[in-house]
């Protein structure tokens, strides 16, 4: 008989929108994890942009020491660094007022009192007159007048206070370099050896880079799906490309909000969101939802109610940054974030009517359409994930309840709208056995009951990648009673 992984659900309605918290200086000790998951972190995210591999080493090994013993899948995101440009390296602070002239240089050229330290000469090189130049996330703003031998002068249009290696966003300056730098190739080789289940690839401009990534993940022996951060202006005009080669997207709305115009980053949000359902791939919002967090232990209005339009938007998840990396209330944030999605999903429109194409997504769009029509329970035995991704597509009411051969396609499940990953099953090729098997476990766990009806989606050959082409409906008590169970 299979054993059940998951905790007993009875007739609880599991929350359908999962939640990602990062992990940092505040939460990445033991006790604190294990507060996060039980509170609902269904994916902790590691950012390497910060951090040691031995801190990170840690907080992997823990994540899935905790989640065994709670009985709980949690998958783990990598999010790599990418190529973030930086101010260099300069003493004490810079004040910058409206209407100063100053120079960007490369580092080695720049102990003049005017010029801003900037370690980019490639990049120097593509600056135009006209070009805006961000720093500190827009709070400075520098306009380029002229570009003459790696001197870029430019005209202080914002103000502000500067210190070193300060980010720098350039909108509409394309920027010429592998979406790897050589420490995400390092930290992708760690992840590797670590099992992480989500890859972030920061800055994603087009679905080259995603192509690019995948290359490295394929050398380096990593099943790891890819998300791909949504920051720059390219990477949203080309969205429909790169939606066909990620495994899921992210609405980073930080760099976003610097690189396009930030009143058109709600829409921005919506359009992703759902051009990402219609694709089947996750979705996932991102910067300041709770960010009062980090300090106090009750959140605004405006950030609830940017969590349940979120919610309502139809994402697969949200996540939260400093609220649980650096945040003073990180198990608060993460309690807050249920309790509003709890509440959102409360009116959420269930059962999407979507079109279909290919065989799988068509499987799933018949099944979703009969857990509707009969209230069933819909049941997913995948051996990569897809075909659940394609069944949550269709967003029932029921809790997708998901099985595979593979405990790693369950912890990256663990992102999916509405997917409950439940147990790794034996490689059994005998598929009136293995229903039998699924529906006695279920059974003793609760998670589903004897005057139920449940809807399985499955293949002729169970554990064989691509097979997806059965449903069946299945009365409990009926099942049981005819001694097949």
């Not at 995210?45 to 990170?56: A, D, I, P, W, Y």
């Amino acid at each position: 008989m299979v054993r059940i992984f998951g905790r007993p659900l009875g007739k609880r309605v599991v929350r359908k929108t999962k939640i990602i918290a990062t992990i940092g200086p505040t939460s990445r000790e033991p006790e604190v994890l294990e507060q996060l998951i039980s509170a609902g972190m269904d994916c902790a995210r590691l950012n390497f942009s910060h951090g040691t591999l031995k801190e990170h080493g840690a907080v992997i090994a823990n994540i899935r020491r905790i989640s065994k013993e709670q009985g709980k899948n949690v998958a783990i995101l990598q999010d790599l660094g990418g190529i973030k440009l930086r101010l260099g390296e300069f003493e004490g602070l810079r004040q910058l007022f409206r209407g100063d002239a100053v120079s960007l240089m490369p580092e080695d050229d720049s102990s003049r009192a005017d010029v801003i330290p900037f370690p980019h000469p490639d990049i120097l090189l593509s600056l135009r007159p006209g070009n805006q130049v961000f720093i500190a996330d827009g709070t400075v703003r520098l306009e380029v007048t002229d570009n003459q031998d790696m001197e870029v002068k430019t005209l202080v249009r914002n103000g502000g206070i500067l210190s070193s290696h300060k980010g720098v966003n350039l909108p509409g300056v394309p920027i010429d370099q592998p979406v790897l730098t050589p420490d995400d190739e390092a930290a992708l080789q760690f992840g590797a050896e670590k099992g992480v289940d989500w890859v972030a690839v920061s800055f994603v401009r087009t679905a080259g880079d995603i192509h690019y990534t995948r290359e490295h993940l394929e050398r380096v022996g990593s099943g790891a799906l890819v998300m791909a951060k949504l920051e720059r202006g390219e990477g949203i005009d080309n969205i429909d490309e790169i939606l066909e080669q990620v495994d899921g997207v992210m609405v980073a709305r930080g760099d976003m909000g610097v690189e396009i115009p930030m009143e058109r980053v709600p829409i921005v949000q919506k359009e992703v969101v759902s051009k990402s359902n219609q694709a089947a791939k996750i979705s996932v919002i991102a910067t300041q939802m709770l960010a009062s967090m980090v300090t106090s232990p009750i959140p605004t209005r405006a950030e609830v109610s940017d969590i349940t339009n979120a919610v309502l938007d139809g994402s697969d998840a949200i996540m939260l940054s400093d609220e649980t990396a650096v945040g003073r209330y990180p198990v608060e944030a993460v309690q807050m974030a249920e309790a509003t999605i709890r509440e959102a999903e409360k009116v959420y429109s269930y059962h999407k009517d979507l079109g279909s194409r290919g065989r799988t997504q068509a499987i799933a769009s018949a099944a979703g359409r009969l857990v509707r029509s009969l209230g069933s329970k819909p049941i997913v035995i995948t051996s990569t994930g897809r075909a659940a991704f394609e069944v949550s597509r269709y967003r029932p009411d029921q809790d997708i309840l998901v099985f595979s051969h593979d405990e790693a396609v369950l912890r990256r499940l663990s992102l999916g709208w509405g997917l409950y990953p439940v147990d790794v099953i034996p490689p059994e090729r005998d598929v009136a056995r293995l229903v039998s098997m699924l529906i006695q476990g279920a059974l003793d766990s609760n998670l589903v009951a004897e005057d139920d009806v449940v809807t399985i989606v499955h293949g002729y050959l169970p554990g064989v990648s691509g097979t997806t082409n059965t449903i069946q409906v299945l009365d409990v008590k009926e099942f049981l009673s005819s001694g097949l169970a």
